[in-house]
């Protein structure tokens, strides 16, 4: 399974070692045609406005847009796929809505199930504002999503590459598992 990393801006290194953790070499991302011989890619937190200023110099943006395989947003990630932004996940999304870097923050996350929690890391998180009718609520916090999926799009408001808690790139791992099988990929 190749899984690429969008590693323009922010917390790259950080979800390549969780990858690594799990039996996955990533593939850094900095150019289109990077794009043609993965089987999914995780777009990091960092700082929305670069990395979309930089997507664009790079000439990214519309082969971000044209990707069909599994995509994970953390963070700015999720303000990036958007209906803001590049528009592939029925969510709207505000920016640094839970506060300014000082007012970061670890959080516990309630999951569907009712089971064990999942630990958040928050920093400069966007909060989601709206939720299409198809968008799957896999994790809150205050009631509130943070963790949803839309079709092949996994998206976080949160940092779970910052955790020692795997599950939801593992998550990721699997759509994209089910995404080859279904019939396109490389695995």
């Keep these: 399974m190749r899984i690429g990393i969008l590693a323009v801006q922010g917390d790259f290194r950080e979800h390549a070692a969780v990858l ?19 089987d999914g890619l995780v777009i990091p937190g960092g700082e929305s406005t670069a990395i979309t200023r930089l997507i664009r110099i790079y000439g990214l943006e519309e082969a971000l847009r044209r990707f069909e395989r599994p995509v994970f947003g953390t963070c700015a990630g999720m303000i990036l796929l958007d209906r803001d932004h590049l528009a592939l996940a029925d969510v709207r999304v505000r920016r640094n809505a839970y506060g300014r870097q000082v007012s970061s923050f670890e959080a516990d996350i309630q999951l569907p199930d009712g089971g064990e929690t999942l630990r958040g890391v928050f920093i400069r998180a966007p909060r989601v504002e709206d939720v299409g009718e198809d968008v799957e609520v896999l994790g809150e916090l205050d009631g509130e999503p943070v963790l949803l999926r839309d079709g092949r799009y996994l998206i976080a408001s949160f940092h779970p590459e910052l ?9 990721f791992l699997e759509m994209v598992r089910e995404e080859v099988m279904a019939g396109g990929g490389t695995l």
């Design 20 to 38: 690594r953790r799990l039996g996955v070499e990533p593939v850094e991302v900095r150019k289109p045609e990077q794009l043609d011989d993965i």
């Design 163 to 171: 955790t020692g808690d795997t599950r939801v790139h593992e998550l």
